[in-house]
């Protein structure tokens, strides 16, 4: 059996999960830059960091639905006023 390792991605989901159903532009470690309504996650066994799906519970019209790790996540910023709500350590 193997043991659930604890997560290390707490404030990331925190952050997007509050912030559901309004709009959070979150840049990737790889320059990638989403804009994010909402989110599914999950963690594979093992993983400290969850996978993400974005935009589709529920779908939102015109918005792309993105998958990635919150490991990659660097920033989530709200668009509308340039605030900052999570920076990578």
Known sequence: MIDQAPPRDEEVLGVLQGRDG???R??????QKLVV?????????G???AHVTTNISP???GA???VFSTMLVETIVDPGDGTVLYQAP
């Open 22 to 24: 309004v709009a959070s």
């Open 26 to 31: 979150v840049v990737l470690s790889n320059g």
């Open 37 to 45: 309504f909402n989110i599914a996650w999950g963690y594979d066994l």
């Open 47 to 49: 993983e400290q960091y």
């Open 59 to 61: 779908g939102v019209d």
């Open 64 to 66: 792309a639905v993105d």
